[in-house]
């Protein structure tokens, strides 16, 4: 069986501070993760995704994420928050040939002026 | 290419109603996903499509049927809405062939109330 947790449902950063969004998983087959952000009033888009060819993965608007096996992390990272980076983001493994997704419950990222 | 796309965007129903969401895609993807959103529990998927007339359960489907008649279309039904079914559905879709390594890509979401 496959989960996610997304530890913090709410994380409010200064504009240009670090931004941390944390996700952990379970899973007993090597995992694919993925990081979608969703915008007000819109579906998901992809941020980056880890398919296990570099451990570090790079996406959009400048994230980046790496995926750590010992401690089953796979966490979100940007240097400097913009404010358009307000949004809720979701953590997703998928380990089925079938490719369906398992989402944590999602973070919000609040930035504020 | 519009991509995946979803009607309606917004809907009300009275418990009991019936109603069919529909998804399309112009990306030849082979499968297909339905999910709820519902607060503070991430996305939920419901049914999943792997092929034309193709289609399995996934992990909230009770309430709701879906059909898969041609390859580009995936249908969500609810025969007897009820106000828990309340939620916001998205419609998703991967090409075939590298399994699960693929990105899905998101419709923009149907906002269902029901009184």
């Not at chain 1, 994230?63 to 997703?92: G, I, N, Q, R, V």
Request: hydrophobic share 35%; glycine share 10%; with cysteine.
């Amino acid at each position: 069986a496959q989960s996610v947790t997304q530890l913090g449902s709410h994380v409010s950063v200064s504009e240009g501070a670090l931004v941390l969004l944390r996700c952990n998983y379970s899973s007993s087959v090597p995992p694919y993760l993925f990081w979608y952000v969703q915008y007000p009033n819109q579906g998901l888009q992809l941020l980056l995704k880890y398919t296990s060819a570099a451990t570090l993965v790079k996406g959009i608007n400048g994230f980046e994420a790496e995926f750590k096996k010992s401690e089953t992390s796979f966490h979100l990272t940007k240097p400097s928050a913009h404010m358009s980076d307000a949004a809720e983001y979701f953590c997703a493994v998928s380990g089925s040939n079938t490719g369906k997704l398992i989402f944590g419950q999602g973070t919000t990222l609040q930035v504020k002026p | 290419n519009a991509g995946v796309t979803q009607t309606p965007k917004f809907r009300v129903l009275k418990t009991g109603q019936s109603m069919t969401l529909l998804c399309a895609q112009d990306m030849n993807h082979e499968y297909m996903y339905w999910y709820r959103q519902d607060p503070g529990m991430g996305l939920r998927l419901i049914h999943y499509s792997v092929g034309e007339g193709t289609t399995a359960k996934g992990e909230v489907p009770d309430g709701y049927n879906v059909s898969r008649l041609k390859k580009q279309n995936f249908l969500l039904g609810l025969e007897s809405a009820a106000p828990s079914q309340t939620s916001v559905y998205f419609c998703a879709s991967t090409i075939l062939g590298r399994g699960s390594k693929d990105e899905q890509f998101f419709g923009p979401g149907t906002r269902l109330t029901v009184l």
